[in-house]
């Protein structure tokens, strides 16, 4: 059976998720591998994601350390399951984006694809978002597709939420193209403002964010953003979202104690979820959850309080490990391209129609 491996980078920038997948008639989760993201590369990383000097010589380094990690969990992965370079099809590398401005007609991201190849032997497969941006859409999300070949032969209603920097919602209903866009902030800004108040990278299971208690002048603030009122399809990123976004909205308020910004935080990520999904989706009856943020116990227990009538639950649920959808989908993704199979979904992304995504480097 053909072997595939996906490696995905994501706006949390916590480190590297790698997947190898089996494609067949359907996808099956082979086996797993992890590399935490170094502090340094991190550092450089989201510095790359405004403008500052040097930042085309800078890029090109970071691209190669980021692509040295990849390689270097490749590697692992193989020798873990005995396989050779040989055995595997091809790699679906997502990068790592430091820019997302699809309105502007780019989306930028950087891994190198050329020296993947190089250091590991094994065609890679990259660039999947700028065909669909070509296309007029917006490159993003791309995960839809697969989660409809994950979770669409069930029937009813079914959404899928992935929770990472940003969270995006997957709606699938029987008979209809699937559908999707990106909510807003998932864990982007509760990363940035742990980080930037206790020296933390996130926060464990939400008790931070649970201590505290919502403000409801910041929320009100928060929510004002235009972001939240524009319909799909659309997508965001940190060139909107980021921490002077949040101290901008900070700046004329009251000072509040900081784990009440926390939990305030939390409960916008949780509010325009909702949101989203009831004004797209209003009969869910079930919602699946991926990403980080499925780990999140206080987030996840606010989601279903707001969702009464809809199950919610991780992906777990239905045998899919939540931490690794998307490197599994990018896995998935290299089999579409190399097999000549469009993977985008214009009504999710608004392209003028469907397009085979990916650029090949053959080993």
């Known amino acids: 059976m053909p072997l595939y491996i996906g490696v995905m980078s994501g706006t949390s920038l916590d480190g590297l998720d790698i997947a190898l997948i089996e494609q067949h008639k359907a996808v099956k989760l082979i086996a797993t591998h992890y590399i935490p993201m170094p502090d340094a590369l991190r550092g450089e990383l989201l510095g790359l994601c405004a403008s500052g000097p040097d930042e085309i010589a800078r890029s090109a380094i970071a691209q190669q350390n980021w692509v040295k990690l990849a390689a270097q969990g490749i590697h692992a992965l193989l020798n873990q399951q005995q396989l050779k370079p040989q055995d595997i099809s091809a790699i679906g590398s997502h990068g790592q984006t430091i820019r997302h401005e699809p309105a502007r007609g780019f989306t930028v991201q950087i891994g190198n694809p050329a020296l993947l190849t190089e250091l ?18 917006q490159g993003a999300p791309l995960v839809p597709a697969f989660h409809e070949a994950l979770f669409g032969e069930h029937t009813g209603n079914r959404a899928v939420l992935n929770v990472g920097g940003f969270s995006n919602l997957s709606l699938i209903e029987t008979g209809k193209p699937v559908a999707g866009f990106d909510c807003g902030p998932g864990n982007v800004l509760l990363d940035a403002w742990i980080h930037q108040q206790r020296s933390e990278h996130f926060d464990r299971n939400g008790q931070w964010a649970a201590s505290g208690k919502v403000e409801p002048q910041l929320l009100n603030a928060l929510l004002s953003d235009p972001f939240f009122v524009t319909k799909g399809p659309k997508s965001t990123g940190r060139e909107v979202f980021n921490l002077q976004w949040l101290h901008r909205h900070l700046g004329g308020l009251p000072a509040f104690e900081p784990q009440d910004v926390q939990a305030t935080l939390l409960e916008l990520t949780a509010l325009t979820i909702v949101e989203s999904l009831q004004s797209a989706q209003p009969q ?9 943020g499925a780990h999140n116990a206080t987030l996840m227990s606010r989601l279903a309080a707001l969702l009464p009538s809809t199950q919610v639950s991780s992906t777990a649920t239905y045998g899919v490990d939540p931490d690794w959808v998307e490197a599994m989908a990018f896995a998935w993704l290299a089999h579409c391209c190399l097999e000549g199979i469009a993977a985008n979904r214009p009504s999710v992304t608004g392209a003028r129609g469907l397009r085979v995504l990916g650029a090949i480097y053959p080993a």
């Open 120 to 137: 590991t032997g094994i065609t890679v497969v990259s660039d999947f978002r700028s065909r669909d941006v070509a296309a007029g859409g």
């Open 284 to 292: 869910t009856e079930t919602l699946l959850v991926c990403g980080g």
